[in-house]
């Protein structure tokens, strides 16, 4: 199901251009325009949902399946030597986009 209001949705559909690196039936990672590091990626399933809380049992199964396919990806774009995931979890949180999304940063030293 998507959102035909939601960006990452649009993006997830092609009908607005992103800077992709990895994409397969259930997930796309792109470039974020924004990026907070060296090596900024965004990792989005297709399917819209909001928050992990709103997730459905199908839906839990494709984050796990993402946050398995999200260490080969890291590594073959530059976070061989670590990397930080951040999922933001509401307004307070920052997110900004209301479309789950995974934040992998890193290419350089993160300092927390």
Same mark, same amino acid.
């Given at each position: 199901?998507?959102? &035909?209001?939601?960006?990452?949705? =649009?993006?997830?559909?092609?009908? *607005? %251009? ?7 039936? /259930? ?30 049992? &199908?839906?839990?199964?494709?984050? =796990?399946?993402?946050?398995?396919? *999200? %260490? ?7 976070? /061989? ?32």
């Amino acid at each position: 199901m998507k959102n &035909n209001d939601c960006l990452f949705c =649009k993006i997830a559909e092609g009908s *607005i %251009p992103s800077s992709k690196v990895y994409e397969d039936e /259930e997930m796309l990672v792109f470039k974020d325009i924004e990026p907070k590091a060296a090596v900024h990626l965004l990792a989005i399933p297709k399917v819209h949902f909001k928050l992990i809380s709103e997730a459905d049992a &199908n839906q839990a199964e494709i984050l =796990k399946r993402m946050l398995t396919k *999200i %260490p080969d990806i890291a590594a073959k774009n530059g976070c /061989e030597n670590g990397y930080r995931l951040v999922i933001n979890q509401g307004a307070d949180a920052g997110q900004t986009v209301f479309h789950l999304h995974i934040h992998i940063l890193g290419g350089q030293s993160l300092e927390w």
